[in-house]
């Protein structure tokens, strides 16, 4: 179970971080800091897979509690969610590493995107590979990138860019190899009617292709592959 660190003054925004992180069966809140220093006492000699930081403190900023956090030789990763928008502030976060920074108010669908996107990177640095392919690099930098072209497809009601995502890394790990819906949703350890809904939107996009197997014994399955390497 990961541990998370909430470091926030009010309150009301701690109380829904919390909430919402808690949703989440993967997480659990270690500690709630009401400014950095608490956070930096916290850190210093408790162990932490994920910080969710807002920016403003009365203590210190952002920039000035990763720049101490570094210094005393941690690195969990960060999700800024805080009222600071400010296109210096961003930027000076971004080059501190922060995985992903959510602005006030947020929706939840926004907030869980960002832990997914948390998951997901572990999940690639701890599958215990000695080096990472460029694929995998590819989905880890991808978080703080531009989504890929294909992506212009707007995402139908209900799906998530950061499971999306996942689905997109499956299917850029195996090319030239056809999966149907219930494998990938087996390797990705999601419900099949899920899975159903992110190859098709893919396959809506053109980002992969499907053929019919009529060599199953049974019922036809629909098999989906990288578009670049359909067989």
């Known amino acids: 179970m990961y541990q998370v660190v909430i470091v926030e003054d009010d309150p009301m925004v701690a109380a829904i971080d919390r909430r919402y992180v808690e949703m989440?069966?993967?997480?659990?809140?270690?500690?709630?800091?009401?400014?950095?220093?608490?956070?930096?006492?916290?850190?210093s000699s408790h162990p932490a897979d994920l910080?969710?930081?807002?920016?403003?403190?009365?203590?210190?900023?952002?920039?000035?509690?990763?720049?101490?956090?570094?210094?005393?030789?941690?690195?969990?990763?960060?999700?800024?969610?805080?009222?600071a928008s400010d296109s210096q502030i961003v930027q000076g976060m971004l080059s501190r590493g922060v995985l992903d920074y959510l602005v006030k108010p947020f929706q939840y669908a926004r907030f869980q995107q960002a832990l997914e996107r948390f998951v997901q990177a572990?999940?690639?640095l701890e599958d215990g590979a000695p080096c990472l392919d460029q694929s995998s690099i590819d989905?880890?930098?991808r978080g703080r990138s531009d989504p890929p072209a294909a992506a212009a497809v707007p995402l139908a009601k209900g799906l998530n860019a950061g499971t999306l995502d996942k689905v997109r890394c499956f299917f850029a790990d195996?090319?030239?190899?056809?999966?149907?819906?219930?494998?990938?949703?087996?390797h990705l350890g999601l419900s099949r009617i899920t899975i159903r809904r992110y190859v098709n939107h893919m396959a809506?996009?053109?980002?992969?292709?499907?053929?019919?197997d009529y060599q199953?014994?049974?019922?036809?399955?629909?098999?989906?592959?990288l578009k670049s390497a359909a067989l």
């Open 122 to 124: 572990q999940q690639l």
């Open 51 to 83: 910080v969710i930081l807002d920016y403003y403190t009365p203590s210190m900023t952002g920039m000035e509690f990763l720049d101490r956090l570094h210094a005393m030789g941690k690195a969990p990763a960060v999700i800024m969610v805080t009222s």
């Open 139 to 141: 989905c880890l930098v």
């Open 216 to 225: 199953t014994g049974g019922r036809p399955a629909i098999r989906y592959s």
């Open 24 to 43: 989440d069966s993967a997480f659990q809140v270690a500690r709630l800091c009401k400014n950095g220093m608490e956070g930096l006492d916290y850190l």
């Open 174 to 186: 195996h090319p030239g190899c056809q999966f149907t819906s219930e494998q990938v949703a087996e």
């Open 204 to 212: 809506e996009a053109g980002e992969i292709v499907s053929s019919i």
